[in-house]
């Protein structure tokens, strides 16, 4: 589908830092990428981006996840 043509997903194991400061991170990086950031659990946000003039709309999905050691 054309949707799925435009999708990307990515996986990053993040070693020595936890869940918290990942997400205030990604929150931090998306909202100075001029996107509009919702918390949906304390561990997973989304935000979305909508560009008026050419129709184009953009949308983030960021989970935390524990990884033995690591954030995921």
Sequence with gaps: MIKNLF????HRNIPGITKEQVMQAAGWYWRSKQF????TSPFSLRG?????????????????VDEGQNTG
Excluded: E, M, N, P
Excluded at 7 to 10: A, I, V
Excluded at 36 to 39: L, M, Q, R, S, W
């Design 7 to 10: 999708t990307k997903h990515d």
């Design 48 to 64: 979305g981006q909508f560009y008026s003039k050419l129709g184009l709309r953009q949308s983030v999905d960021v989970y935390a």
């Design 36 to 39: 509009g950031i919702t918390y």
